[in-house]
Every structure is written in structure tokens, then in C-alpha cells.
């Protein structure tokens, strides 16, 4: 599986942008995708997941009714749009691909592919 994550950018606080991660490869229905985000001397950090089938998401508290998860079946991409952005949205954004179970679906740890990241910066 190989995923590229695009869509990353410059935009002042309230400002919208919308990330993609376009997936290739063998993604079973029960798998999820997410999005993490890691800012400078922090951990890796859990946004949002949608799994396979599009059949359930997920959203960190931070950022939910704010951003939104979809798939996109026509092309195998996920997307993330985010909205209302704050300057504490500011990170290095990665999608990855992982079979973790519902319940385990915000760690990290237990996806196996990853994309590159890409760079979200939050100005005031």
C-alpha cells in the first residue's frame, strides 16, 4: 500500500483548506485510514479516520464539527477538509493505512503504512 498526502498550506486563522491522500495498493474494506498530525516537540497526534468501506468515522474532540473526513471511491483518495482553522491546528499532517480495530482506531502505533507529510501552517 502507498499512500501520498497532498494539500498542505498557508492560511490565516478561519481559513478553510482541504488535504488529500490519495491510496494505491491492496486496502481491505475493514481497514481504516487516518490522519495524524505532529507538531514541533510534540507526539503524533490522532484527527480523524474513516474506515474502507466509508462506513465509519471518527474525529478527535479537537477538531470535530470543524473538519470532515470522506473517501472519494471514484479515485481512492481520502480527504480531510478543515475549516475554521486555529493557529493550534498548525503541524506536519500524515495519512496512513492500518487494520486496527474500531476501538483502536486512534493509535498510532497500529497503522503500517504511511504518506510523506504534509506541512499545515495556521497564522492569527
Known amino acids: 500500500v502507498q499512500l501520498q498526502a497532498s494539500g498542505g498550506g498557508s492560511v490565516q486563522a478561519g481559513g478553510s483548506l482541504r488535504l488529500s491522500c490519495a491510496a494505491s495498493?491492496?486496502?481491505?474494506?475493514?481497514?481504516?485510514i487516518g490522519w495524524f498530525r505532529q507538531a514541533p516537540g510534540k507526539e503524533r497526534e490522532f484527527v480523524a479516520s474513516i474506515m474502507w468501506s466509508g462506513t465509519r468515522t471518527d474525529y478527535a474532540d479537537s477538531v470535530k464539527g470543524r473538519f470532515i473526513i470522506s473517501k472519494d471511491n471514484t479515485n481512492n483518495t481520502v480527504h480531510l477538509q478543515m475549516n475554521a482553522l486555529k493557529p493550534e491546528d498548525t503541524s506536519v499532517y500524515y495519512c496512513?493505512?492500518?487494520?486496527?480495530?474500531?476501538?483502536?482506531?486512534?493509535?498510532?502505533?497500529?497503522?503500517?503504512?504511511w504518506g510523506q507529510g504534509t506541512l499545515v501552517t495556521v497564522s492569527s
Open positions: 495498493g491492496r486496502i481491505f474494506n475493514n481497514w481504516f
Open positions: 496512513a493505512a492500518g487494520s486496527p480495530t474500531w476501538a483502536r482506531a486512534r493509535d498510532n502505533r497500529l497503522y503500517r503504512n
